[in-house]
Every structure is written in C-alpha cells, then in structure tokens.
T-cell receptor
Framework: DSGVTQTPKHLITATGQRVTLRCSPR?????VYWYQQSLDQGLQFLIQ???????AKGNILERFSAQQFPDLHSELNLSSLELGDSALYFC?????????????FGPGTRLLVL | AQSVTQPDIHITVSEGASLELRCNYS??????LFWYVQSPGQGLQLLLK??????LVQGIKGFEAEFKRSQSSFNLRKPSVHWSDAAEYFC???????????????FGKGTKLSVKP
C-alpha cells in the first residue's frame, strides 16, 4: 500500500458525459501528479500540482481540468468524454515538486467510456 | 526532449534464470532514473531509483540496476527470477524544466515479463 488513495476504482460512463476522479496523497506529500495509461499512448503525464498551485502541464486535453484543494487532495475532471478517453488514470504524490523526489502511485481509476 | 526507450516489449524467462531488462534514456544532464513494476490490475510500485553516487543501485525484491552514462542506459537485473516477478516493468526519468521546478516522470513503454515454470 503506497498510502495514495484514489476513488472510484472503476467508472463506466457514456460519451459526452463528465466525471470527477479523486486522489488523496500520502500524508505529508505536497505534490500531486496525474497520469493517464492507455494501450496506445502508454503512461503519459497530465498535470502536476504542488501545495495547491499548478506546477506543470503535460499532454492534458482542454476538456480535462484538475485542482488541488487546501487539504491537498486533488480532483481530475474529465468532460465531453470520448471513447478514446477510456484509460487507467493514476495519481501519484511526492513530498516536493522536483524530479528527484520519489513518486508514490495510487491504485488507479479505470475509466470506460461507452 | 527527454525520452525513455525500452526496446523489449515482451520477455519470457524460465523461473530461476537471470533477467536483464533494458532501458535507454535521452537527457542532457544527469538524470533521475527509476524502475517501477506494475502487476495486473495494480498500481505502480517503485523498485529502485538512481539520483547520484554509486552507479549500481539495489532495490526491493532482489532487483538491481546499473547506471551507465556512456551508454545512456539504466538496465534492470535480477539473478534468479521467481514466478511472482511476472509483471510489467517501466523505466522512467524524472523530468526537469529549465527552472528545475517540474517533477513529472517520463516513462518508457514498458516491458512485459512472463515467467515459465
């Protein structure tokens, strides 16, 4: 158990819908990362937050957004869902914001868009 | 741009045999390097990491990896594979932007390991 929790574990929805994925980082970690894992793209970085502020953006679509709340949990919002958004979404956390920090991954949320 | 290449998509080894999974990275400076393992239906678990110092690093579950700057490689090894090692293995490099404040990982495509009894 990494100490990072993600809910829900599975999500099935329809095209055009909007969903929210939730992540609670390890106790004491200030940085949260979101990654998308799909068969064709592999593991892709979406967005990073550190202590409530956006730190870096990766290959995140405009239909997707995220935020980190004062209690440091984070939510990833996916809207106008398309079939291609079906993937495993991971949240990871680390103490600090930089690349030398070890990132601990949650179990992921598996999203299926029908 | 930073990138990670894992040339082997799928490897099959016999239980008890040795294992080496290859990883090559493209990065301008000394990278932060990681190996993660993902079992079916599970999240990513950190096996080991290299930041600096001794180029041979030891990890959990009997794994080790060697950083070779001249070859831009960070290969993962295990002297004797167990059936429970069957999983997918990901090599990653810690990204760094110009200001040094970005921390995301750049992953390779992964190598799936199958273990024959």
């Amino acid at each position: 158990d990494s100490g990072v929790t993600q809910t829900p574990k599975h999500l099935i929805t329809a095209t055009g819908q909007r969903v929210t994925l939730r992540c609670s980082p390890r106790s004491g970690d200030l940085s949260v990362y979101w990654y998308q894992q799909s068969l064709d793209q592999g593991l892709q970085f979406l967005i990073q937050y550190y202590n409530g502020e956006e730190r870096a953006k990766g290959n995140i679509l405009e239909r997707f957004s995220a935020q980190q709340f004062p209690d440091l949990h984070s939510e990833l919002n996916l809207s106008s869902l398309e079939l291609g958004d079906s993937a495993l979404y991971f949240c990871a956390s680390s103490v600090g914001p930089t690349g030398e920090e070890t990132q601990y991954f949650g179990p992921g949320t598996r999203l299926l868009v029908l | 741009a930073q990138s990670v290449t894992q040339p082997d998509i799928h490897i099959t080894v016999s239980e008890g045999a040795s294992l080496e999974l290859r990883c090559n990275y493209s990065y301008g400076a000394t990278p932060y390097l990681f190996w993660y393992v993902q079992s079916p239906g599970q999240g990513l678990q950190l096996l080991l990491k290299y930041f600096s110092g001794d180029t041979l690093v030891q990890g959990i579950k009997g794994f080790e990896a060697e950083f070779k700057r001249s070859q831009s490689s960070f290969n993962l090894r295990k002297p004797s594979v167990h059936w429970s090692d069957a999983a997918e293995y990901f090599c990653a490099v810690g990204a760094r932007n110009y200001g040094g404040s970005q921390g995301n990982l750049i992953f390779g495509k992964g190598t799936k390991l199958s273990v024959k009894p």
